[in-house]
């Protein structure tokens, strides 16, 4: 994107940008403005990009795989999910790297997103929703000081977004992190601490 394209954003082109937990933070922006790709540069996945993304002293301890499991956790805009293995199976994949639910856990929390006649059934033959409520369900199987969440909701009703978003918002509690979610609108889901304009 040229500067002309980006001269109005709240991110690119700035000098410093600071996002702190427990913060919440929306970042809006039509399609193709960026805002996967600044998640992607954040959580380490895309490093194409001039300027610098540096992490408290806690963070920068840690080697990249570690960071992923223990302290940065994402649930991507194209999922990530592994079509040939069931529902239970991509969630606890992620939860055998990371040790932190137990399997009692995660039955309760498949039952409560409203997909437990789904455990058993492969990921390749969910609809697009469910498949975004496994990877939501995923990412929330580690712990975290920031949850990153590409455009989360977009294949959800309202009554799937509340009770999601009611899952979400209990694990940040618990866990004291911060948020940063991406949304094509003005999705209020959460109580941002700051919106942010691509």
Do not use: W
Not at 62 to 75: E, M, W
Not at 135 to 143: G, H, K, S, T
């Amino acid at each position: 994107m040229s500067e002309s394209e980006i001269g109005d954003s709240d991110i690119f082109l700035k000098q410093e940008i600071v996002f702190e937990k427990p913060g919440r933070y929306l970042i809006r922006a039509q399609s193709g403005k960026g805002k996967s790709s600044v998640l992607n540069f954040i959580y380490g996945s895309n490093l194409h990009y001039d300027g610098q993304i540096s992490y408290s002293a806690d963070f920068e301890l840690r080697d990249p795989v570690d960071l992923k499991q223990t302290k940065l956790s994402y649930a991507f805009q194209d999922f990530k999910l592994f079509p040939g293995l069931t529902l239970t199976e991509n969630i606890e994949l992620k939860n055998k790297l990371t040790h932190y639910r137990s399997r009692e856990e995660i039955d309760g929390m498949v039952e409560r997103v409203n997909l437990g006649h789904r455990r058993d059934s492969l990921v390749q033959k969910l609809s697009i929703g469910q498949r975004q409520r496994v990877a939501i369900l995923r990412a929330l199987c580690q712990p975290f000081s920031f949850l990153l969440l590409d455009e989360p909701f977009s294949h959800l009703d309202n009554e799937n977004i509340r009770i999601m978003t009611s899952l979400i918002d209990e694990e940040l509690k618990k866990q004291q992190a911060g948020l940063i979610l991406t949304s094509l609108e003005s999705s209020y889901y959460f109580d941002y601490d700051k919106i942010l304009n691509l």
